[in-house]
């Protein structure tokens, strides 16, 4: 089905351990963004490309890096997790830069939680 | 004070009854409305667009009220399927806001 692919859907990690969060989508799509949900508070933008080959800070960028692969892929990188970013992620895309105009298409979403 | 707010609920509800959500935003720069829809332990997916001129999708209607900076959204005839959480999302400036979502319960 076309959308937006994540993986993993669930990972423990210990604090100071590093994964990266896989995203990729088949709309062809040009912006891809990194968001974070947490109980009683709405997503919380993290990192997001407006096109490939560009990356830019959300609001809440501390502890994360990201890759924008190519126009399809787009990860998220924990160097050394803490247990504040335990969350949900979620991986969105759209078809243009000023992001809500169109509306996103969500992944499935991550639950991460770093002990 | 937060960008955007909304009720977080929960809403309980009988089967049939009808529903209202409202949200208020802060910037009054914004220019582009939404609601999502998030079912429990799933990712948000786009309900409608909020038009200033109020729009209709079946059962459900938003409207927008710039003066008061707020966009409400109604469920007529709610159904057991409706059960979710409700996000209000507002865009302007490049900058995207989603809401924390209302919970609506809808019960046989």
């Known amino acids: 089905n076309a959308g937006v692919t994540q993986t993993p859907k669930f990972q423990v990690l210990k604090t100071g351990q590093s994964m990266t969060l896989q995203c990729a989508q088949d709309?062809?799509?040009?912006?891809m963004y990194w968001y974070r949900q947490d109980p009683g508070m709405g997503l919380r933008l993290i990192y997001y490309s407006a096109s490939e080959g560009t990356t830019d800070k959300g609001e809440v960028p501390n502890g994360y890096n990201v890759s924008r692969l190519n126009k399809r892929e787009f990860s998220l990188r924990l160097e050394s997790a803490a247990p504040s970013q335990t969350s949900v992620y979620f991986c969105a895309s759209s078809e243009a830069w000023d992001r809500g105009v169109y509306g996103y298409t969500f992944g499935s979403g991550t639950r991460l939680t770093v002990v | 004070r937060k960008e955007v707010e909304q009720d977080p609920g929960p809403f309980n509800v009988p089967e049939g009854a009808t529903v209202a959500f409202n949200c208020t935003y802060s910037n009054s720069a914004s220019q582009s409305f939404f609601w999502y829809r998030q079912d429990c332990r799933k990712e948000p997916k786009l309900l409608m667009s909020v038009y200033s001129s109020g729009n209709e999708d079946g059962r459900f209607t938003a409207q927008l009220n710039r003066a008061s900076q707020y966009i409400s959204l109604l469920i007529r005839d709610s159904k057991l399927s409706d059960s979710a959480t409700y996000l209000c999302v507002v865009s302007g400036g490049f900058k995207t806001i989603f809401g924390a979502g209302t919970r609506l319960f809808v019960k046989a």
């Open positions: 709309m062809n799509h040009n912006s």
